[in-house]
């Protein structure tokens, strides 16, 4: 059974600081790995996209690594601004099963 | 990125009664969307998933008399909550995926809430 696991469940930092978030499968068999911002009562917003042959990918102040052998993605967010309040999620895509797998999220709070 | 648009993006309707919504891909064609559901506080639950021109897949313990998928074009999907009950409340979101050499990446719809009185 694939499951994805993100932790922590909620993060508060004071604006400026720079965080990560942590996600986690099960199976590493992995087809690509994709970061989404949900704010409240949206929909989600695609950050990042890595593909199993990648180990990392940039967007502005977003990183995204993947380590398919532990099973685990960072996103790394620099220098974080009160508009990065959201939700996070992750997704891992097995391709054969051709969906999504999502984690329960991070909820960030970043305090000005 | 592509556009994913869902219509509505709000919905209150009376026990009893059936809502449909509508998921469209704007500038590619999708052969395949996704219908989740997400409580509040929880993630995303993949609910089916809509293939073009044929039946759609549904997850363990989603009754598929009850949520309707129809996929008649490359663009659009919708989704019929029949005889909605209070219990069926919850925000639905649809995604599509972009196909582009072989690489895949999912784009989603801004939701719908639904309540049901």
């Known amino acids: 059974k694939q499951e994805v696991t993100q932790i922590p469940a909620a993060l508060s930092v004071p604006e400026g600081e720079n965080l990560v978030l942590n996600c986690s499968f099960t199976d590493s068999a992995i087809y690509n790995l994709q970061w989404f911002r949900q704010d409240p009562g949206k929909g989600l917003t695609s950050l990042l996209l890595i593909q199993s042959s990648q180990r990392e990918q940039t967007s502005g102040r977003l990183n995204a690594s993947l380590d398919k052998s532990s099973g685990r993605s960072t996103l790394y967010i620099a220098a974080s601004q009160p508009g990065d309040s959201a939700t996070y999620l992750c997704?891992?895509?097995?391709?054969?099963?051709?969906?999504?797998?999502f984690g329960s999220g991070t909820k960030l709070n970043v305090k000005p | 990125g592509a556009v994913v648009s869902q219509h509505p993006s709000w919905v209150i309707c009376k026990s009893g009664t059936s809502v449909k919504i509508e998921c469209r891909s704007l500038?590619?064609?999708?052969?395949?969307m996704f219908w989740y559901r997400q409580f509040p506080k929880q993630s995303l639950m993949l609910m089916a998933t809509?293939?073009?021109?044929?039946?759609?897949?549904?997850e363990q313990g989603v009754e598929k008399d009850k949520f309707l998928i129809n996929h008649a074009s490359l663009t659009l999907s919708t989704l019929t909550v029949t005889s909605a009950h209070p219990e069926d409340s919850s925000f639905y979101i649809c995604?599509?995926?972009?196909?582009?050499?072989?690489?895949?990446?999912?784009?989603f719809g801004q939701g719908t809430r639904l309540t049901v009185v």
């Open positions: 500038d590619f064609q999708a052969t395949t």
């Open positions: 997704a891992v895509n097995y391709r054969n099963f051709n969906k999504f797998y």
């Open positions: 995604s599509a995926r972009e196909v582009w050499g072989s690489n895949t990446e999912a784009f």
């Open positions: 809509s293939n073009e021109g044929s039946k759609a897949t549904y």
